[in-house]
């Protein structure tokens, strides 16, 4: 009798939440079950769903009679219902799912490589570690998405965000991701990058005031008074958004994340050589091109333009130059003043004409006046 009671003593009792090793007796393929022996000659279940994440055609494929198998307890079987011997419903998938949710929590904060699963409502659902962690909308990319399809099947990298073993909640960004690679990426350009460098860039977007290059991590300015040479009223005239385009930098401000750059300076200027072809004197036909309060901007050659001032156009009184020319008018024009560094040339219509008498009268009765 005291052998029989120590050994009743030895037997350790056990409970749900418990981890216990179970030994294989019996496969019941019909109702998609195992049959385990555990400690205190007690025995348990183990229903399919509970062996492994994925669906499981046959029980046989991969477990045998035998096998020692690392199970929890999840559930105790009441007493009416133990006529067949069965005392717990034990799990493998539960136990794996603890040492992952454990392993998890002391990587908060960390970044790891997940495989997007399927687009749930607000997200993504990816796999981690046998565990479903979810990515909201608005943590997926650092701008829009309107359909998460495309994401389905792919791999990448997440920071761990939250953590809650007790609710199965596990949160991930991979807006974070990307929010540090291009943090990162801005430093290393900052550090890397100063004024008078030239670097190659790509379009990112177009405004009325100018264009946006991405530097690889970044986007400078470059203004629309610096896309090119000429007169541009629209940045779309010239550029295209995913245009690959060099630029020079003009300036960098680190503290406000500024860079402006320049298109134009890189590429040839109608101006260079202008005072070989253009010297003070000389006879020009062009074109008017536009017409303002003050004068008439007539194009010589292509992309240059200079002014003939409302008093260089007539020896006629005129309040307006729209009195005397029109918008793309051909008119011979001389050479009164160069400055090609300004990008400024001065030009008189009326030097190629000739004073008629009454304009001469009229000037003397003018003269008499005053």
Partial sequence: MSDFESL???????????????????????????????????????????????????????????????????REVRESSQDDGITFILSKNRLVARAAWDKL???????????ILKT????????????RGFIPASLVEDHFV???????????????????????????SRRAVLDSQKSAAKAKIFENLHEGDVTKGIVARLTDFGAFINLGGIDGLAHVSELAHHRVVKPSDVLTVGDHVKVKVLSVDSERERISLSIKTLTPSPWDDLEEKVPVGVILEGSVKRLTDFGAF???????????????????????????????????VKVLELNPKAHRIALSIKALTEKTDNMVEDLEDINHEF
């Fill in 146 to 172: 309107s359909n998460f399809a495309s994401y389905v099947g792919e791999k990448y990298d997440v920071k761990i965000i939250e953590v809650e073993p007790s609710t199965n909640r596990l949160i991930l």
């Fill in 8 to 74: 009743l003593n030895s037997q350790e009792e056990i409970k749900v939440g418990d981890i216990v090793t179970g030994i294989v007796e019996q496969i019941d393929e019909p109702n998609k079950q195992l049959i385990v022996s555990l400690p205190g000659g007690l025995q348990g279940a183990v229903p399919a769903r509970e062996l492994s994440i994925g669906s499981i055609e046959k029980i046989n494929d991969i477990v045998n009679i035998g096998d020692k198998l690392d199970l929890v307890i999840f």
């Fill in 298 to 332: 007539v194009e010589i050659f292509p992309n240059v333009e200079g002014l003939v001032h409302i008093s260089q156009i007539s020896y006629d009184h005129i309040s307006h130059p729209q009195e005397k020319l029109s918008e793309g008018e051909k008119v011979k």
């Fill in 120 to 131: 749930v409502k607000g997200g993504l659902s990816a796999s981690v570690n046998g565990l």
């Fill in 105 to 115: 929590q002391e990587k908060e904060g960390e970044i790891i490589n997940v495989k």
